[in-house]
């Protein structure tokens, strides 16, 4: 997987892209990204705009770390019932 493009540059890309008469393949390639890279970014650019629905750059990032503290508390919970378990089981 090719390493990703820094915000500078994507932010650059999609400026150029919307100012640009050229056809969005056109910029891309003359930026050397493929044509369907620019448009997700052109897609992502008008969502968090507000120009278009979907969900947000911001309310991705808080989905992700909301997924990511939901595992951490089911691996505390089983952790904390096997833990129970093991003190309360006579040996």
């Known amino acids: ?11 650059r890309a999609i400026e ?3 100012s640009s008469d050229k056809l ?7 930026l050397g990204i493929s044509e369907s890279c620019l448009r ?3 897609r ?18 808080e989905l992700a ?5 939901e595992l951490e508390n089911e691996v505390l919970r089983k952790a904390a ?5 093991e003190n309360v089981l006579p040996k």
């Open 1 to 11: 997987m090719p390493p990703a493009h820094p915000p500078e540059f994507r932010q």
């Open 16 to 18: 150029l892209a919307r």
């Open 24 to 30: 969005v393949g056109q910029v891309a390639k003359g």
């Open 40 to 42: 997700n970014w052109l």
């Open 44 to 61: 992502r650019a008008d969502i968090d705009e507000g120009a278009r629905e979907g969900v947000t750059s911001a309310e991705r990032k």
């Open 65 to 69: 770390e909301l997924r990511q503290l």
């Open 81 to 85: 019932a096997y833990f129970a378990r």
